[in-house]
């Protein structure tokens, strides 16, 4: 198995103490051991501007049509800043505890360095910009501490955007595209060099993005709506634009969004998966196409259950053709080149 990169996990948000993710636990998707059975390098670590704070029980809010899940409005941004801070905190605890091991990964030599050696990188990511303030000045201070990734949005509006709710069937094309604010924030990540990360913004917002932005465009955690017709999804035009524009889209382990029926049932077969990433490879080549789990963000398929079912896909997506080659691209390569070209370092 070669040593690989993760698009998006909610790890961080889920371990209660740094004992549980250095020594392991039966909690999180992730921990330290498990990451080195499963060969995982580094990995794009969310901090989610939320938190635990008023989310809604995704299980209530099926129906036989599908679903709509209610969302909680965003927090004020002290509250914001104040749960992203923590997070940022427990990964910088992570690191101080684990001898050198874990360390936060702020460029592609770094990156390249935890695929060759025993190490386990942690890429910052804030998942929903609610703890930047309009002015920008605390993004210079993320950054600082090792930001090198960011969502403008979470699954719904925001200062600077609009994210697309949970809704099944559904395009991602509900509501308007980048306030002034957002269009601001877009101009200073690529001059910091902070990833724009474009899985849950919706549609008019994403182009905008397309229009505005110099770096490649980057799904860290979406799958094709072709296949799944899920809100969160990328239409074809979102694919092949993110081709275009020399990007990746990290494919998901997230149930509902794989799905053709949408549901929230976990046992699906590998092939659920792999569907998605052929679906691309198709469309827009092997360059375009990586992984992006949302491990302990989502309820994962049975047949992966955690990171150490990860080798077990791509075992499977070599029986289903892919080259020694192909496989090198979708597990680490594309991710590197992406970085290279958005990080500035
Ligand atoms: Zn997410």
Not at 110 to 129: Q, S
Not at 147 to 156: E, F, I, P, Y
Not at 281 to 307: C, K, N, Q, W, Y
């Amino acid at each position: 198995m070669y040593k690989w990169i993760d698009g998006h996990n909610d790890t961080i948000l889920r371990v209660d103490s740094v004992e549980a993710f250095l020594d392991g636990n039966d909690q999180t998707h992730i921990d330290l051991p498990r990451a080195k059975e499963a060969s995982l390098g580094a990995g794009f670590f969310a901090m989610f501007s939320q938190g635990l704070e008023g989310m809604p029980d995704f299980s209530e809010h099926k129906t036989d049509k599908g679903y709509k899940f209610p969302l909680p409005d965003p927090l004020p941004l002290e509250r914001s800043q104040a749960i992203t801070n923590r997070l940022l905190s427990k990964i910088i605890e992570v690191e101080k505890h684990s001898k050198g091991y874990f360390t936060r990964v702020k460029t592609t030599v770094e990156l390249e360095e935890c695929l060759t050696e025993e190490r386990f990188g942690a890429i910052v990511h804030m998942e929903g910009a609610e703890s930047v303030d309009r002015d920008l000045h605390s993004l210079d201070v993320y950054y600082e501490a090792g930001l090198r990734s960011l969502g403008l949005v979470w699954s719904r509006k925001n200062d600077f955007a609009t994210g697309v709710p949970y809704h099944f069937p559904s395009t991602p094309d509900i509501g308007e595209g980048l306030s002034e604010a957002g269009k601001a924030l877009v101009r200073k990540c690529n001059e910091l060099g902070i990833m724009i990360d474009v899985s849950h913004l919706n549609e008019k917002g994403f182009w905008d993005v397309v229009e505005l932005s110099e770096a490649p465009i980057v799904a860290t955690h979406s799958n094709v709506h072709r296949l799944c017709q899920s809100s969160r999804n990328l239409t074809d035009n979102q694919i092949d634009a993110i081709g275009r524009s020399n990007g990746v889209i990290g494919v998901s382990y997230v149930v509902n969004m794989l799905r053709e029926d949408g549901a929230m049932d976990a046992d699906i077969p590998l092939t659920t998966i792999t569907k998605h990433i052929h679906y691309i490879i198709d469309r827009i080549g092997v360059d375009h196409v990586a992984l992006g789990s949302d491990f302990d963000g989502a309820t994962v398929p049975e047949s992966i259950r955690d990171v150490t079912g990860v080798p077990g896909l791509v075992d499977r997506l070599r029986e289903e053709g892919l080259s020694e080659e192909d496989l090198k691209q979708v597990l680490y390569k594309n991710w590197i080149r992406v970085l290279e070209d958005t990080w500035k370092q």
